[in-house]
Nanobody, 126 residues
Framework: QRQLVESGGGLVQAGDSLRLSCSAS????????VAWFRQAPGKEREFVAA???????YYADSVKDRFTISRDNSKNTVFLQMHSLKPEDTAVYYC????????????????????WGQGTQVTVSS
């Protein structure tokens, strides 16, 4: 059974850091574009960051310079390191995989991703 599993969420204070992990069974993440999206209560899902198979990374403006997406191919895991967390970062964070090539201009389009994890809650208190 192929699945994605996110972990690492939690309750933190503003200014703290967290590292989210996305691990996979049944597929090798290094072969795909992997992205993080998030959804806050009452809001639409939004793109956070992505890493292509080539290693190119992409970030939403709201998290640039605070979040870093990376891969550990030996662990078949993609990480999202989050620093200087803000209350507005509070959301459920999902990892997603695009199994075919995706153009850079479309990398933020969640509808194009094929597989999703169940999400992990990140709550940042002020």
């Amino acid at each position: 059974q192929r699945q994605l599993v996110e972990s690492g969420g939690g309750l933190v204070q503003a200014g703290d850091s967290l590292r989210l992990s996305c691990s996979a069974s049944g597929r090798t993440l290094s072969a795909y574009t992997v992205a993080w999206f998030r959804q806050a209560p009452g809001k639409e899902r939004e793109f956070v960051a992505a890493v292509k198979r080539s290693g190119e990374t992409y970030y939403a403006d709201s998290v640039k310079d605070r979040f870093t997406i990376s891969r550990d191919n030996s662990k078949n895991t993609v990480f999202l390191q989050m620093h200087s967390l803000k209350p507005e970062d509070t959301a459920v964070y999902y990892c997603a995989v695009k199994s075919l090539l995706i153009a850079s201009a479309q990398i933020m389009a969640g509808r194009l991703y094929d597989y999703w994890g169940q999400g992990t809650q990140v709550t940042v208190s002020s």
